[in-house]
């Protein structure tokens, strides 16, 4: 009997699975896709039904040579890519890549013993719809990126590239600033009593002024202190007393489960986590994470959903443990919330695998700093989703409407009466005055915790206190990524699957910045979008994106033919390409005054955009040439640095805390006079600078004596010829033993900060099994084989090792 193999996209994975189905098959991992379209060139070619041309990514032939070698004679082989579009395409890319005939494709939406097992049981072949969705979805980007950037990189100076969807972010997010910056604000002013029942002068309550000589307030009908203090006047003179009561009984349900936008916003609003980590976390709960040391359990559903639909045997499970949590009385119907724009119900909400695994069993199962997101993030869709399969709470809330004189006002309070789902989740706070409203099921209530004593109609009140306050109008808030997620969803516009690499995008473009969380447009971003705006108003009409992301769903079903598709986009869009060619003025991005002033001539600073993002320049250059560079929360960082009680290891005066190129460092504040200088660790501690040791091995290159050194990169061997000679030496196993045997002491790699140079990680080479070492290019992070040049296989930073990297305390850029 031959063997049977099964590839999935992750070597997490491969463990999780192989765990409960043993030595019956063979695991391999493709990580992520193996083909793609070239990247010099368009790859597509139009005036063929826009065939495209695929090759093997540079950085996978040896994952798929590996591949190869896996499936070669196998009995049968089992596609077990993730469960989406993205996870089809990539099983038709393997089966083209291995050249393989016959294939089963399987799906799950857990990884738990049962589900691949039914998975097994029920292979089907490649839905070649979903492939031709994602196929068009990738033509349509290729060709507005490869088409669109080249004419922006002529038009607009330091513009970066353009992208179908991420342009539409930028859109709404500059129109957003726009309120803003024309947004009047208004004053308005409100009055709150104080009042008590007469004859119980102890049980006081407040009321809040809501009727003015009969007619209901609003903004503006009390526009100044003057008219505030008269009002307050009129109720000071006047007879109080209970107008009219009124109490109803009210049902409130829990949330529904999470899906992916709602699981970005909560774990956003609650734990502080930005997009692409919460993704990052939760595709390690997915993926299995071993429990007690013991083996790998994947603890969460699928988490690139739009469906908050719940298996049969799931919310079986979940009533379960309520009833025998709670009791029989808290066990509810679950609640399942309005879908989402264009939702396509492919697969189950987000919840955890196994209920019964309390957050607090898996807090004591996950233990170490390195699973902290894991467990908080657990813990957030695990509430979330028993909550959702509670009773409803039940509320009873009065109502007093309040006479004084020729003005009313309202005073209301609310009991618990049945806490439903609130026995799990707590009473929900008292609304904030924030200007990011939550969930409408999330809600909080000013009425909560707050009753009123027993009144009746009629009943004459005491007043105690009256405060006037002022108030303004305020503008539209800034997005957050919770809050652009969710208008990105409402509008229709992207995928569960692309939320979190739109709001990374537009950041790494400079398009926008994030200052306190919130999206503020660059000025190249406001240059680039104008531009977009003006010249191709078809690509930059959120209706428009909305409508292709609906027919690209219509590809997914059968009901589109893709080549068509593509046509209808494409024939416009080249006549725009073309116009633009010929009329698109050259933009420049104007700098703007700032109130910073020039540390060489005392000129005021203006906030230019470079080519490497915003910094603030002299208003005075070309006469004076002072520049400021800025930090990540847009703050100048003087060229003196930042004084510290750190002396100087030389000259023993202060040092100063320099914002150097690749991280922070301390150096002497009589520079360039005296060289002292300090290196700070992780936790901002300064460190001494080691000095070269003098070493018995001779350099390749000249035949003089090596140094030992250190740096950003790690231990090394440099010539002491340099710079004359440039000769370098890697410490290999041999060299540090030789090193050691001579009595030297090799110092320690320093902790890894984001651009520091390659830096070696535990995530093992696919090819050749030697550790993978984090590099960075012009392109960004990446893993490549510490075996080069001999091996040369590299390694994509998917969420996966993204995650794996964290846990072993390697930082990224954020």
Same mark, same amino acid.
């Given at each position: 009997m031959g063997k049977r193999v099964i590839i999935v996209e992750s070597a997490a994975k491969t463990r999780t699975i192989g765990g409960f189905l043993g030595d019956d098959f063979v695991l391999a991992a493709s990580l992520g896709h193996v083909r793609d379209l070239p990247e010099r060139d368009l790859g597509v070619d139009v005036d063929r039904g826009f065939e495209p041309t695929y090759q093997v990514m540079k950085d996978k032939a040896e994952v798929v040579k590996r591949l190869k070698g896996a499936v070669k004679g196998a009995e049968a082989v089992f596609l077990a890519t993730d469960p989406d579009r993205e996870g089809e395409a990539i099983a038709w890319h393997l089966q083209q890549a291995l050249g393989l005939r016959q294939v089963e494709r399987i799906e799950f939406n857990e990884i738990t013993r049962s589900a691949v097992q039914e998975a097994l049981r029920h292979p089907r072949p490649i839905d070649l719809d979903r492939v031709n969705a994602q196929q068009a979805r990738r033509i349509l980007d290729r060709l507005v990126g490869y088409k669109l950037s080249p004419l922006l990189w002529r038009k607009v100076k330091n513009a970066r590239s353009a992208g179908r969807v991420q342009s539409i972010a930028v859109r709404l997010i500059v129109e957003r600033e726009r309120e803003?910056?024309?947004?009047? $604000?208004?004053?308005?002013?409100?009055?709150?009593?104080?009042?008590?029942?007469?004859?119980?002068?102890?049980?006081?309550?407040?009321?809040?002024?809501?009727?003015?000589?009969?007619?209901?307030?609003?903004?503006?009908?009390?526009?100044?202190?003057?008219?505030?203090?008269?009002?307050?006047?009129?109720?000071?003179?006047?007879?109080?007393?209970?107008? *009219?009561?009124?109490?109803?009984?009210?049902?409130?349900?829990?949330a529904p489960p999470l899906i992916t936008s709602t699981l970005q916003r909560d774990a956003s609003n609650k734990l502080g986590f930005r997009a692409q980590r919460t993704m990052?976390?939760?595709?390690?709960?997915?993926?299995?994470?071993?429990?007690?040391?013991?083996?790998?359990? *994947?603890?969460? !559903?699928?988490?690139? !959903?739009?469906?908050?639909?719940?298996?049969?045997?799931?919310?079986?499970?979940?009533?379960?443990?309520?009833?025998?949590?709670?009791?029989?009385?808290?066990?509810?119907?679950?609640?399942?919330?309005?879908?989402?724009?264009?939702?396509?119900?492919?697969?189950?909400?987000?919840?955890?695998?196994?209920?019964e695994k309390h957050p607090d069993e898996i807090d004591k199962l996950l233990p170490g700093r390195e699973n902290l997101d894991a467990r908080r993030l657990y813990r957030l869709i695990w509430t979330r989703f028993v909550a959702s399969q509670m009773a409803p709470a039940q509320l009873e809330t009065t109502s007093a409407d309040l006479s004084a004189g020729p003005h009313g006002l309202r005073a209301s309070g609310t009991r618990v009466l049945f806490p439903g789902y609130m026995a799990l989740t707590g009473l929900p706070q008292a609304a904030k005055k924030s200007d990011e409203p939550a969930d409408d099921e999330e809600r909080g209530d000013d009425d909560f915790g707050r009753l009123l004593p027993p009144l009746r109609e009629g009943e004459p009140l005491q007043l105690h206190e009256l405060t006037p306050s002022q108030h303004v109008t305020q503008p539209p808030p800034r997005y957050t990524e919770a809050s652009l997620v969710k208008t990105l969803e409402e509008r229709g516009i992207g995928r569960p699957s692309t939320y979190a690499p739109i709001l990374g995008t537009i950041t790494e473009r400079r398009y926008v910045s994030l200052e306190q969380n919130r999206f503020v447009p660059t000025g190249l971003g406001e240059a680039v979008n104008d531009a977009l705006v003006k010249h191709f108003p078809t690509i930059m009409d959120v209706d428009f994106t909305a409508t292709l992301e609906s027919e690209l769903d219509d590809v997914e079903t059968g009901k589109h033919d893709w080549v068509a598709l593509l046509e209808e986009f494409h024939t416009p869009f080249a006549q725009q390409i073309e116009d633009a060619n010929r009329d698109m003025e050259r933009v420049k991005v104007q700098a703007v005054e700032t109130d910073h002033d020039c540390p060489q001539c005392g000129a005021k600073m203006l906030l230019r955009e470079g080519r490497y993002g915003q910094f603030l320049g002299c208003s005075r250059y070309p006469e004076c040439n002072g520049i400021l560079r800025l930090d990540r929360q847009g703050n100048p960082v003087s060229p003196e640095g930042t004084p510290t009680e750190q002396p100087c290891p030389v000259c023993e005066s202060p040092l100063h805390r320099i914002e150097g190129r690749w991280g922070p460092y301390l150096r002497c504040s009589r520079h360039p006079e005296?060289?002292?200088?300090?290196?700070?660790?992780?936790?901002?501690?300064?460190?001494?600078?080691?000095?070269?040791?003098? !070493?018995?091995?001779? +350099?390749?290159?000249?035949?003089?004596?090596?140094?030992?050194?250190?740096?950003?990169?790690? $231990?090394?061997? *440099? +010539?002491?010829?340099? $710079?004359? +000679?440039?000769?370098?030496?890697?410490?290999?196993? !041999?060299?540090?033993?030789?090193?050691?045997?001579?009595?030297?002491?090799?110092?320690?790699?320093?902790p890894s900060t984001p651009g520091s140079g390659p830096v070696q990680t535990p995530v093992a080479c696919e090819a050749c099994g030697s550790p993978m070492i984090l590099r960075t290019s012009r392109r960004g992070p990446f893993l490549g084989c510490s075996g080069y040049p001999k091996c040369r296989s590299t390694r994509e930073l998917d969420d996966a090792v993204r995650a794996t990297l964290a846990a072993a305390g390697i930082a990224l850029d954020p």
């Open positions: 803003i910056r024309d947004f009047v $604000p208004v004053e308005h002013w409100r009055v709150v009593a104080v009042v008590s029942p007469a004859d119980r002068p102890a049980e006081r309550f407040e009321a809040r002024l809501d009727r003015v000589r009969g007619q209901k307030l609003e903004i503006g009908d009390l526009p100044d202190e003057a008219a505030a203090q008269a009002v307050v006047q009129e109720l000071q003179a006047a007879d109080w007393l209970v107008a *009219g009561l009124s109490t109803r009984t009210t049902t409130r349900r829990a990052s976390v939760a595709q390690r709960l997915y993926e299995g994470l071993p429990l007690g040391g013991g083996e790998s359990v *994947g603890l969460i !559903t699928y988490m690139r !959903t739009d469906s908050t639909r719940v298996a049969n045997e799931a919310a079986a499970a979940a009533q379960q443990l309520i009833s025998e949590t709670w009791g029989d009385d808290y066990t509810g119907k679950g609640t399942r919330g309005k879908a989402p724009k264009l939702a396509q119900d492919a697969h189950e909400c987000i919840r955890p695998t196994y209920v005296c060289e002292g200088r300090m290196k700070l660790d992780r936790q901002g501690n300064a460190t001494a600078v080691e000095k070269p040791q003098t !070493t018995k091995q001779k +350099c390749p290159k000249c035949s003089s004596v090596m140094l030992l050194r250190n740096s950003k990169r790690g $231990p090394f061997l *440099g +010539c002491s010829a340099y $710079p004359k +000679c440039r000769g370098i030496v890697r410490l290999d196993d !041999t060299i540090r033993a030789a090193l050691q045997a001579d009595g030297l002491t090799i110092p320690e790699a320093p």
